[in-house]
């Protein structure tokens, strides 16, 4: 198999993660009786007294699998191609994907909602760290990508994808306890689906270099 081949396959494993993704949630959602998608937070589906842990665990690390893959790989590709603003948020973008998924491999809830054991609290460390590093990376792609005027959509996209995330923040303090789970839908949904638009984007690019080359 040829390199450029490897890294169109690399560049879809981000749209496959957003599948995965979904699958975790649809998935859990069967098994788990009485879930609310209002109220309750994703991470309950896999949290340790969670009757659909088992289930939603296998497409959760799948999906965990997939998005490392990929942003390591977009990360390597991009290096100093685009502009040296697109290269930090990648490798920012790259370090958060790592650290969530060792984070909440290691450090799922201990029980639905919280709980407050020393489990609970490292979940939150790293929920810190990756809403933190999403933020500074999609204010960088933005940047980055705007500054290059065929890629000015994209950088338009980072932008409101930044807006979606202050919103779920914003409404996760405003919103009553029972609608906790919506508000954290838009937060998490919203870079989830930013990741998928980055997989097809960047396998786009690939092809039209090569169409270019051939």
Same mark, same amino acid.
């Given at each position: 198999?040829?390199?450029?081949?490897?890294?169109?396959?690399?560049?879809?494993?981000?749209?496959?993660?957003?599948?995965?993704?979904?699958?975790?949630?649809?998935?859990?959602?069967?098994?788990?009786?009485?879930?609310?998608?209002?109220?309750?937070?994703?991470?309950?589906?896999?949290?340790?007294?969670?009757?659909?842990?088992?289930?939603?665990?296998?497409?959760?690390? &799948?999906?965990? *699998? #997939?998005?490392? $893959?990929?942003? @390591?790989?977009?990360?390597? +590709?991009?290096?100093?191609? =685009?502009?040296? !603003?697109?290269?930090?948020?990648?490798?920012?973008?790259?370090?958060?994907?790592?650290?969530?998924?060792?984070?909440?491999?290691?450090?799922?809830?201990?029980?639905?909602?919280?709980?407050?054991?020393?489990?609970?609290?490292?979940?939150?460390?790293?929920?810190?760290?990756?809403?933190?590093?999403?933020? &500074?990376?999609? *204010? #960088?792609?933005? $940047?980055?990508? @705007?500054?290059?005027?065929? +890629?000015?959509?994209?950088? =338009?996209?980072? !932008?409101?994808?930044?807006?979606?995330?202050?919103?779920?923040?914003?409404?996760?303090?405003?919103?009553?306890?029972?609608?906790?789970?919506?508000?954290?839908?838009?937060?998490?949904?919203?870079?989830?689906?930013?990741?998928?638009?980055?997989?097809?984007?960047?396998?786009?690019?690939?092809?039209?270099?090569?169409?270019?080359?051939?």
């Amino acid at each position: 198999m040829k390199k450029i081949d490897i890294i169109k396959i690399i560049s879809l494993f981000g749209i496959f993660s957003v599948i995965f993704y979904f699958l975790h949630i649809l998935f859990g959602k069967m098994f788990y009786e009485g879930y609310s998608s209002i109220a309750q937070a994703i991470s309950d589906l896999t949290a340790e007294n969670s009757p659909s842990k088992n289930i939603a665990r296998i497409f959760s690390m &799948i999906y965990g *699998i #997939l998005s490392l $893959i990929f942003s @390591i790989g977009f990360y390597i +590709y991009f290096k100093n191609k =685009i502009n040296r !603003i697109v290269t930090i948020a990648s490798f920012i973008f790259c370090s958060m994907n790592i650290i969530s998924f060792f984070g909440y491999t290691f450090f799922p809830l201990s029980e639905s909602g919280y709980a407050g054991t020393f489990q609970d609290i490292m979940h939150l460390i790293v929920t810190g760290f990756v809403v933190f590093l999403t933020i &500074i990376s999609l *204010i #960088l792609y933005g $940047i980055g990508f @705007i500054r290059i005027k065929q +890629y000015k959509y994209l950088g =338009i996209i980072s !932008i409101f994808t930044l807006f979606l995330l202050i919103v779920g923040a914003m409404l996760i303090n405003i919103l009553p306890a029972e609608y906790f789970g919506l508000a954290q839908r838009i937060n998490a949904y919203s870079i989830i689906i930013y990741t998928g638009i980055l997989s097809l984007w960047m396998n786009k690019y690939i092809k039209n270099i090569y169409i270019k080359n051939v």
